[in-house]
T-cell receptor, first 117, second 113 residues
Framework: AQKITQTQPGMFVQEKEAVTLDCTYDTSDQSYGLFWYKQPSSGEMIFLIYQGSYDEQNATEGRYSLNFQKARKSANLVISASQLGDSAMYFCAMREGYNTNAGKSTFGDGTTLTVKP | DGGITQSPKYLFRKEGQNVTLSCEQNLNHDAMYWYRQDPGQGLRLIYYSQIVNDFQKGDIAEGYSVSREKKESFPLTVTSAQKNPTAFYLC????????????FGSGTRLTVV
């Protein structure tokens, strides 16, 4: 069974600084995808970034980057130059399979990020 | 604009009632999903469907039912057998060959009164 662990219930960061949100995962599969989503107070989930298990380079999307350490089974999200609009809940998720959505996703419990002005 | 529409935004259910949550997408996505979110927690999978007329149980399917008669639609019925239905329900969709994440609807908040 797949399991996602996010150990930080809440995080604070000063505006314009970088912040790292932790995510560890557990799976016996060799092929999987790792995702990060943002959930603002409105409730809608927004996809941020993806990392495949066979991808050799860390994924980046604008101010978001994913620090993927396969041997340690960690997939931390790094947000650079934090903005007030980054305040939200962030979820790490894992999906079975590589480059396919044929499988289902498992989500962590989330980290609430608050950006201070 | 393409997207996923969930309705209603708020729903109140009396004890012993069945209620149906609507989810419609115009993204031409093959797969659709229903997740439940309880306060301060992550998402748990209820049901998912990869193609029309086929769906699979997720981790917490008991007390719920779905149908997938059209590609665009994946309604979720919360039956009276679901003893603790008060939660936030999110519908999502995706394309099959993808390194892209799900597209989510804006959710339905269900409360038992």
């Amino acid at each position: 069974a797949q399991k996602i662990t996010q150990t930080q219930p809440g995080m604070f960061v000063q505006e314009k600084e970088a912040v790292t949100l932790d995510c560890t995962y557990d799976t016996s599969d060799q092929s999987y995808g790792l995702f990060w989503y943002k959930q603002p107070s409105s409730g809608e989930m927004i996809f941020l970034i993806y990392q495949g298990s066979y991808d050799e380079q860390n994924a980046t999307e604008g101010r978001y980057s994913l620090n993927f350490q396969k041997a340690r089974k960690s997939a931390n999200l790094v947000i650079s130059a934090s903005q007030l609009g980054d305040s939200a809940m962030y979820f790490c998720a894992m999906r079975e399979g590589y480059n396919t959505n044929a499988g289902k996703s498992t989500f962590g419990d989330g980290t609430t990020l608050t950006v201070k002005p | 604009d393409g997207g996923i529409t969930q309705s209603p935004k708020y729903l109140f259910r009396k004890e012993g009632q069945n209620v149906t949550l609507s989810c419609e997408q115009n993204l031409n996505h093959d797969a659709m999903y229903w997740y439940r979110q309880d306060p301060g927690q992550g998402l748990r999978l209820i049901y998912y469907s990869q193609i029309v007329n086929d769906f699979q149980k997720g981790d917490i399917a008991e007390g719920y039912s779905v149908s997938r008669e059209k590609k665009e639609s994946f309604p979720l019925t919360v039956t009276s057998a679901q003893k603790n239905p008060t939660a936030f329900y999110l519908c999502a969709s995706s394309i099959r060959e993808s390194n892209y994440g799900y597209t989510f609807g804006s959710g339905t908040r269900l409360t038992v009164v």
